[in-house]
């Protein structure tokens, strides 16, 4: 096993986690206790062909389904092999979640399916594009600690005491999860309905983080963004909010983006007024392992904040 951490390295090069949160506004949580092996849903002990099934209908709605499972001390698994399937026997109960992460209007829907194969039957499409699935509307604030270890190194590592801190601070909304993406920014949550993904969190920084969401604000020190938003749009955000000092949620709303080339130019409106963001996003010149299995170098996207400014 190599030694080498994609976490560790993207710390030691300073890297900003601003503007990093992936572009998915339809999440889907599926519980399987696991194991999930490298590709969660191709790899997990689900029913035959269910996990191709399953991928297959979340690409073309446009929506990530992601397993979740409680999180447990658990010994290291052996090497070799991955979770295999089921079979068709017949399968226990288990919870599902909709998230439909859009920046203003959250919204969660939850249920149980009395076998996972149900899930082809929820409106996946409908999803993201804002419509209910048909499951049950829930109030509840999900907390998703990647812990996807066999995808990535790192994420089992530090995502895992995370996830074990957040079970104890917050039991009934704490969830681990598979790959949500940024591997290298590992501890990695994700905040639903909100689409609000954090990074480098250590498990004291996990639970502030989930304390101040459910005071209704936000922790820009370790914020990666808004999954509701592209990239630049998230980088412009958090800089607006950190030169206004602004963690409120809800209070800032995106009016006009327009985008040029390398060059977004963002209006939000904060309280009643308007300020502009200009954000240079272009890739790095430097190439970097962006994960622990990456086998080549990729440039990592930058985003300069070019302009802040009241008034439109």
Not at 132 to 148: D, I, R, Y
Not at 204 to 227: F, M, N
Request: net charge positive; hydrophobic share 40%; glycine share 12%.
């Amino acid at each position: 096993m190599s030694d080498f951490r994609c976490a560790v390295a993207s710390l030691g090069r300073a890297e900003p986690v601003q503007g990093t949160a992936s572009t998915v506004r339809g999440f889907v949580l599926l519980e399987h206790d696991g194991p999930w092996g490298v590709d969660a849903l191709r790899d997990a002990r689900l029913p035959t062909g269910l996990g191709e099934r399953v991928a297959a209908a979340a690409r073309a709605a446009g929506v990530r389904v992601l397993l979740a499972r409680r999180p447990r001390r658990r010994a290291r698994p052996a090497s070799g092999g991955t979770g295999g399937r089921t079979g068709d026997r017949r399968a226990d109960p288990v919870r599902v979640f909709a998230a439909y992460a859009d920046p203003t209007r959250p919204r969660l829907e939850s249920g149980t399916l009395s076998d996972p194969r149900e899930l082809l039957d929820l409106d996946l499409a409908g999803l993201r594009a804002g419509r209910g699935v048909g499951l049950e509307a829930s109030a509840e604030t999900l907390f998703g600690v990647c812990t996807q270890g066999r995808h990535d190194a790192c994420c089992a590592e530090l995502g895992r005491p995370v996830a074990l801190a957040l079970a104890e601070s917050h039991p009934g909304q704490t969830w681990e999860v598979s790959h949500i993406g940024g591997d290298r920014f590992a501890g990695n949550l994700l905040v639903l309905p909100h689409g609000l993904y954090y990074g480098r969190l250590d498990p004291a920084a996990a639970s502030v983080v989930a304390d101040r969401h459910l005071a209704g604000e936000l922790d820009l020190a370790h914020l990666r963004g808004r999954s509701g938003f592209a990239m630049p749009v998230q980088a412009a955000e958090i800089a607006l909010r950190r030169h206004l000092s602004e963690v409120r949620e809800g209070v800032l709303r995106l009016r006009e983006r327009s985008v040029e080339g390398e060059l977004t130019r963002v209006v939000f409106e904060v309280a009643g007024a308007s300020y502009v963001v200009r954000i240079r996003s272009a890739p790095g010149l430097k190439t970097h392992r962006l994960t622990c299995r990456a086998t080549r170098e990729s440039r990592i996207p930058e985003h300069e904040v070019l302009e802040i400014r009241s008034g439109i």
